[in-house]
């Protein structure tokens, strides 16, 4: 498996997504819900990678029941 740098600075959704691997819909859901952290800039979010990386792995371990990533 390729590990790509994510970029330091905040981001809109749609690079995240790409960036992440996951659908740009399912991570603007996630975000207008609060369950993962962005800025909303008046409808258009801001993101930062490298934290939704490491939230999203601690998410998968948490429900694979301790999987070690």
């Not at 498996?1 to 996951?22: N, R, Y």
């Not at 996630?30 to 792995?57: I, M």
């Amino acid at each position: 498996m390729q590990t790509h740098e994510l970029p330091d600075e905040p981001i809109p959704v749609s690079v995240a997504a790409k960036c992440l691997g996951v659908p740009t819909r399912w991570l603007k859901d996630q975000l207008e819900t609060g369950q993962l952290p962005g800025l909303n800039t008046g409808g258009r979010f801001l993101v930062h990678a490298p934290t939704l990386s490491r939230l999203l792995l601690e998410r998968l371990k948490a429900e694979a029941g301790g999987f070690d990533a």
